[in-house]
């Protein structure tokens, strides 16, 4: 029988509206809208794609989007400046720096400038250092959307065996980190696989729920798969027959008993988690 479709957009239309009743009741209660800044370095295609999707859904729900746009030929001095006054900008509660930055950048200096509490991204060590502790400030957008799916699907992670195949500072190491916290959400037995992983598929087909963030088209195939198992797709991956994921849909939908499409899976819901991230930013600032 075929999986279920964990359908992120309809997901993401549900905890959108729900962020825009909380965001309305702020800007209510305090007098000022939650406003995300972005910042764009250079002309990258997919980045200003990116950037002008994030801002048109802070507009569609209430917040306040600011772009600031930086050539490419920007120094990490210069960039260090502009974030130093985003930081003090009082009206300014959430900063996002798109990566990549160009290569002349040190992108870690950029982004361990960014106030942790402006930190709707999560990435700064401090933010990172209590998610390990399990005590965040906020949680990272896309494991964050990741962890949203299986709770509002009721699917158990407590006890359960959760591969995560790819380990990035983005998705694989937090989800990973996420899903072994005690709570709901968590108390999951986590494995992390990458690509220096041995047995690789015979420790996927072990997963009560997998989730591949990797960036290989159609790379894990349904005998990669136990039968039953969540499938959660975090990959997006341009190829000549369109977007795809890191997971080959159609053979995999036949054993999984859940599964995410691409597109339509977790992309929807990590801007969503941008969204509820900038406005608990403003309620910290408050
Ligand atoms: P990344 O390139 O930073 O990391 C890829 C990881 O995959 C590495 O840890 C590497 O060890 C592992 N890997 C690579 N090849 C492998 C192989 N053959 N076997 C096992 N592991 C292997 O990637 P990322 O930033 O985590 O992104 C991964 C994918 O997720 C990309 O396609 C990206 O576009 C997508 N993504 C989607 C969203 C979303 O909102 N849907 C958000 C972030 C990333």
Redesign the pocket.
């Known amino acids: 029988m075929a999986a279920t479709l964990l359908d992120g957009k309809a997901l993401a239309d549900t905890i959108r509206a729900e962020i825009a009743t909380q965001v309305a009741d702020f800007t209510h209660r305090c007098g000022v809208k939650p406003c995300l800044a972005a910042v764009l370095v250079g002309d990258d295609p997919a980045s200003q794609v990116y950037v002008r999707n994030k801002q048109k859904a802070c507009e569609q729900n209430g917040l306040v989007s600011q772009l600031h746009r930086m050539e490419a030929a920007t120094s990490t001095g210069q960039l260090l400046e502009r974030i130093d006054q985003l930081n003090t900008d009082r009206n300014v509660h959430g900063i996002l720096v798109q990566l990549p930055l160009p290569k002349q950048v040190d992108s870690n200096r950029v982004l361990d400038a960014v106030h942790p509490k402006k930190d709707v991204d999560a990435f700064h060590p401090a933010n990172v250092g209590r998610i390990m502790q399990g005590r965040p400030l906020f949680l990272p957008?896309?494991p964050h959307?990741i962890q949203q799916i299986l709770l509002r699907h009721q699917i158990p992670t407590a006890g359960a065996h959760i591969v995560v195949?790819?380990?990035?500072?983005?998705?694989?190491k937090p989800i990973a980190t996420m899903l072994m916290q005690k709570g709901p959400g968590g108390d999951a037995t986590v494995t992390v696989?990458?690509?220096?992983?041995r047995n690789?598929p015979e420790i996927a087909r072990l997963a009560d729920i997998l989730i591949?963030?990797?960036?290989?088209a159609n790379?894990v195939t349904g005998d990669m798969v136990k039968p039953g198992a969540t499938v959660i797709d975090?990959?997006?991956?341009r190829t000549e027959s369109g977007l795809v994921?890191?997971v080959d849909f159609n053979a995999v939908r036949q054993v999984a008993g859940a599964i995410t499409p691409?597109p339509g899976?977790?992309?929807p819901?990590?801007?969503t988690m941008l969204l509820h991230n900038t406005l608990l930013a403003a309620r910290l600032q408050a």
């Open positions: 957008c896309t959307a195949i790819g380990r990035s500072d983005i998705v694989g696989c990458h690509s220096r992983s690789l591949v963030a990797i960036g290989r790379f975090v990959g997006i991956n994921g890191d691409v899976g977790v992309g819901l990590t801007i």
